[in-house]
Antibody, heavy 120, light 107 residues
Framework: QVQLQESGPGLVKPSETLSLICTVS??????????WSWVRQPPGKGLEWIGH???????NYNPSLKSRLTISVDTSKNQLSLKLTSVTSADTAVYYC????????????WGQGTLVAVSS | DIQMTQSPSTLSASVGDRVTITCRAS??????LAWYQQKPGKAPKLLIY???NLESGVPSRFSGSGSGTEFTLTISSLQPDDFATYYC?????????FGQGTKVEIK
Protein backbone atom coordinates (compact mmCIF):
# COMPACT_ATOMS: atom_id res chain seq x y z
CA GLN A 1 0.00 0.00 0.00
CA VAL A 2 1.29 3.44 -0.89
CA GLN A 3 2.43 5.58 2.04
CA LEU A 4 2.63 9.37 2.13
CA GLN A 5 4.43 11.81 4.40
CA GLU A 6 3.95 15.56 4.29
CA SER A 7 6.73 17.97 5.20
CA GLY A 8 7.26 21.70 5.22
CA PRO A 9 7.59 24.77 7.43
CA GLY A 10 5.11 24.97 10.25
CA LEU A 11 4.98 28.75 10.06
CA VAL A 12 4.73 31.06 7.05
CA LYS A 13 4.46 34.86 7.08
CA PRO A 14 1.50 36.61 5.48
CA SER A 15 1.97 37.43 1.77
CA GLU A 16 4.73 34.79 1.44
CA THR A 17 4.61 31.43 -0.34
CA LEU A 18 3.62 28.21 1.39
CA SER A 19 5.58 25.24 0.05
CA LEU A 20 4.87 21.63 1.03
CA ILE A 21 6.31 18.31 -0.03
CA CYS A 22 4.64 14.91 0.08
CA THR A 23 7.12 12.02 -0.06
CA VAL A 24 5.62 8.89 -1.57
CA SER A 25 6.73 5.33 -0.83
CA UNK A 26 5.37 2.02 -1.96
CA UNK A 27 4.66 3.16 -5.51
CA UNK A 28 5.81 5.69 -8.06
CA UNK A 29 4.32 9.14 -8.52
CA UNK A 30 4.45 8.18 -12.18
CA UNK A 31 1.96 5.42 -11.48
CA UNK A 32 -1.24 5.61 -13.49
CA UNK A 33 -3.07 4.03 -10.57
CA UNK A 34 -3.51 7.20 -8.57
CA UNK A 35 -4.78 10.73 -8.48
CA TRP A 36 -2.18 12.47 -6.33
CA SER A 37 -4.08 14.99 -4.24
CA TRP A 38 -3.99 17.71 -1.61
CA VAL A 39 -6.71 18.39 0.97
CA ARG A 40 -6.65 20.93 3.79
CA GLN A 41 -8.53 21.51 7.01
CA PRO A 42 -8.52 24.84 8.88
CA PRO A 43 -8.51 24.45 12.65
CA GLY A 44 -11.93 23.39 13.89
CA LYS A 45 -13.40 23.36 10.38
CA GLY A 46 -14.21 20.87 7.65
CA LEU A 47 -12.18 19.32 4.85
CA GLU A 48 -11.44 21.34 1.71
CA TRP A 49 -10.28 19.69 -1.51
CA ILE A 50 -7.32 21.63 -2.95
CA GLY A 51 -6.49 19.78 -6.15
CA HIS A 52 -5.47 16.51 -7.77
CA UNK A 53 -3.48 15.10 -10.67
CA UNK A 54 -4.50 12.76 -13.47
CA UNK A 55 -2.34 10.00 -14.96
CA UNK A 56 -2.37 12.06 -18.16
CA UNK A 57 -0.48 14.80 -16.33
CA UNK A 58 -3.45 17.17 -16.13
CA UNK A 59 -4.10 18.80 -12.78
CA ASN A 60 -7.41 20.09 -11.41
CA TYR A 61 -7.41 22.93 -8.92
CA ASN A 62 -10.01 24.25 -6.50
CA PRO A 63 -11.27 27.38 -8.29
CA SER A 64 -11.10 29.39 -5.06
CA LEU A 65 -7.33 28.75 -4.87
CA LYS A 66 -6.39 28.33 -8.52
CA SER A 67 -4.83 31.77 -9.06
CA ARG A 68 -2.37 31.19 -6.18
CA LEU A 69 -1.82 27.45 -6.42
CA THR A 70 0.64 25.11 -8.13
CA ILE A 71 0.65 21.33 -7.68
CA SER A 72 3.46 19.38 -9.28
CA VAL A 73 5.07 15.97 -9.31
CA ASP A 74 8.82 15.34 -9.05
CA THR A 75 9.46 11.89 -10.45
CA SER A 76 13.19 11.96 -9.63
CA LYS A 77 12.43 12.32 -5.93
CA ASN A 78 9.07 10.50 -5.96
CA GLN A 79 7.40 13.51 -4.42
CA LEU A 80 4.27 15.59 -4.81
CA SER A 81 4.51 19.29 -4.08
CA LEU A 82 2.17 22.18 -3.33
CA LYS A 83 2.95 25.88 -3.62
CA LEU A 84 0.44 28.49 -2.49
CA THR A 85 1.39 32.12 -2.97
CA SER A 86 0.29 35.30 -1.17
CA VAL A 87 -0.92 33.43 1.90
CA THR A 88 -3.15 34.94 4.57
CA SER A 89 -4.38 33.70 7.92
CA ALA A 90 -7.23 32.01 6.06
CA ASP A 91 -4.66 29.56 4.68
CA THR A 92 -3.78 28.31 8.18
CA ALA A 93 -4.70 24.64 8.12
CA VAL A 94 -3.61 21.05 8.38
CA TYR A 95 -2.55 20.05 4.86
CA TYR A 96 -2.96 16.42 3.83
CA CYS A 97 -1.65 14.67 0.75
CA UNK A 98 -3.62 11.69 -0.48
CA UNK A 99 -3.38 9.07 -3.18
CA UNK A 100 -6.81 8.24 -4.57
CA UNK A 101 -7.00 5.11 -6.68
CA UNK A 102 -8.18 5.99 -10.17
CA UNK A 103 -11.76 4.91 -10.74
CA UNK A 104 -12.12 3.59 -7.20
CA UNK A 105 -14.42 6.30 -5.91
CA UNK A 106 -12.49 7.26 -2.81
CA UNK A 107 -10.21 4.32 -2.09
CA UNK A 108 -6.61 5.17 -1.42
CA UNK A 109 -4.18 6.38 1.21
CA TRP A 110 -3.66 9.55 3.18
CA GLY A 111 -0.68 11.13 4.86
CA GLN A 112 -0.88 12.08 8.51
CA GLY A 113 -1.12 15.79 7.70
CA THR A 114 1.05 18.77 8.55
CA LEU A 115 -0.09 21.95 10.27
CA VAL A 116 0.87 25.20 8.61
CA ALA A 117 0.19 28.46 10.44
CA VAL A 118 0.25 31.79 8.65
CA SER A 119 1.34 34.48 11.06
CA SER A 120 3.81 37.32 11.34
CA ASP B 1 -19.42 23.15 -9.18
CA ILE B 2 -21.28 20.39 -7.34
CA GLN B 3 -22.36 21.46 -3.86
CA MET B 4 -22.63 18.87 -1.10
CA THR B 5 -24.95 19.46 1.85
CA GLN B 6 -24.78 17.20 4.88
CA SER B 7 -27.38 16.96 7.61
CA PRO B 8 -27.46 17.21 10.48
CA SER B 9 -24.37 19.25 11.33
CA THR B 10 -24.32 17.74 14.81
CA LEU B 11 -25.99 14.62 16.09
CA SER B 12 -26.29 13.55 19.73
CA ALA B 13 -26.78 9.83 20.22
CA SER B 14 -26.27 7.03 22.71
CA VAL B 15 -24.34 3.79 22.43
CA GLY B 16 -26.55 1.27 20.65
CA ASP B 17 -28.55 3.88 18.72
CA ARG B 18 -29.14 3.62 14.99
CA VAL B 19 -27.69 6.72 13.36
CA THR B 20 -28.34 8.11 9.88
CA ILE B 21 -26.45 10.93 8.20
CA THR B 22 -27.64 12.42 4.91
CA CYS B 23 -25.65 13.97 2.09
CA ARG B 24 -27.42 15.83 -0.72
CA ALA B 25 -25.72 16.82 -3.95
CA SER B 26 -26.66 19.72 -6.20
CA UNK B 27 -26.70 17.33 -9.18
CA UNK B 28 -26.84 13.60 -9.76
CA UNK B 29 -23.64 11.78 -8.76
CA UNK B 30 -24.24 8.30 -10.18
CA UNK B 31 -22.08 6.17 -7.86
CA UNK B 32 -19.26 8.64 -7.26
CA LEU B 33 -19.71 9.24 -3.54
CA ALA B 34 -17.63 8.22 -0.53
CA TRP B 35 -17.95 8.54 3.25
CA TYR B 36 -15.11 9.24 5.67
CA GLN B 37 -14.74 9.18 9.44
CA GLN B 38 -12.38 11.61 11.13
CA LYS B 39 -11.23 11.72 14.71
CA PRO B 40 -9.43 14.71 16.28
CA GLY B 41 -5.84 15.03 15.16
CA LYS B 42 -6.14 12.19 12.64
CA ALA B 43 -6.45 11.96 8.89
CA PRO B 44 -9.84 10.99 7.48
CA LYS B 45 -10.49 7.27 7.24
CA LEU B 46 -12.48 5.85 4.33
CA LEU B 47 -15.60 3.95 5.39
CA ILE B 48 -17.68 3.60 2.21
CA TYR B 49 -16.76 4.06 -1.46
CA UNK B 50 -18.96 4.19 -4.55
CA UNK B 51 -22.08 4.85 -2.42
CA UNK B 52 -22.42 1.46 -0.77
CA ASN B 53 -19.15 -0.47 -0.83
CA LEU B 54 -17.68 -1.13 2.59
CA GLU B 55 -13.95 -0.50 2.75
CA SER B 56 -11.88 -3.45 3.90
CA GLY B 57 -11.58 -3.63 7.68
CA VAL B 58 -14.54 -1.34 8.38
CA PRO B 59 -17.13 -2.86 10.72
CA SER B 60 -20.32 -4.08 9.09
CA ARG B 61 -22.44 -1.79 11.29
CA PHE B 62 -21.54 0.93 8.77
CA SER B 63 -23.51 1.01 5.54
CA GLY B 64 -24.12 3.43 2.71
CA SER B 65 -27.03 3.82 0.37
CA GLY B 66 -28.67 6.22 -2.00
CA SER B 67 -28.75 7.32 -5.59
CA GLY B 68 -28.98 10.39 -7.73
CA THR B 69 -28.63 13.34 -5.39
CA GLU B 70 -29.44 11.87 -1.98
CA PHE B 71 -27.21 9.53 -0.03
CA THR B 72 -27.11 8.18 3.51
CA LEU B 73 -24.57 6.74 5.88
CA THR B 74 -26.08 4.50 8.52
CA ILE B 75 -24.49 3.16 11.68
CA SER B 76 -26.75 0.32 12.78
CA SER B 77 -25.68 0.25 16.45
CA LEU B 78 -23.48 3.11 17.58
CA GLN B 79 -20.34 2.05 19.43
CA PRO B 80 -18.06 4.15 21.65
CA ASP B 81 -15.39 4.19 18.92
CA ASP B 82 -17.85 5.77 16.47
CA PHE B 83 -18.03 9.19 18.12
CA ALA B 84 -16.32 11.25 15.45
CA THR B 85 -17.00 13.58 12.54
CA TYR B 86 -18.22 12.14 9.24
CA TYR B 87 -17.81 13.61 5.76
CA CYS B 88 -19.16 12.74 2.35
CA UNK B 89 -17.14 13.50 -0.79
CA UNK B 90 -18.18 13.49 -4.44
CA UNK B 91 -15.91 12.44 -7.30
CA UNK B 92 -18.21 12.94 -10.27
CA UNK B 93 -17.03 16.29 -11.46
CA UNK B 94 -13.45 17.24 -12.13
CA UNK B 95 -13.76 19.48 -9.07
CA UNK B 96 -14.08 17.19 -6.07
CA UNK B 97 -16.00 18.51 -3.05
CA PHE B 98 -16.66 17.48 0.54
CA GLY B 99 -19.76 17.93 2.61
CA GLN B 100 -19.40 20.22 5.59
CA GLY B 101 -19.31 17.33 8.06
CA THR B 102 -21.53 15.79 10.72
CA LYS B 103 -20.25 15.54 14.27
CA VAL B 104 -21.61 12.57 16.20
CA GLU B 105 -21.55 13.38 19.91
CA ILE B 106 -22.34 11.39 23.03
CA LYS B 107 -25.85 12.09 24.30
Amino acid sequence: QVQLQESGPGLVKPSETLSLICTVSGDSVNSARYHWSWVRQPPGKGLEWIGHTYPSGNINYNPSLKSRLTISVDTSKNQLSLKLTSVTSADTAVYYCAAYEVGAGGRGSWGQGTLVAVSS
Amino acid sequence: DIQMTQSPSTLSASVGDRVTITCRASQSLSHWLAWYQQKPGKAPKLLIYKVSNLESGVPSRFSGSGSGTEFTLTISSLQPDDFATYYCQQYLSYLWTFGQGTKVEIK
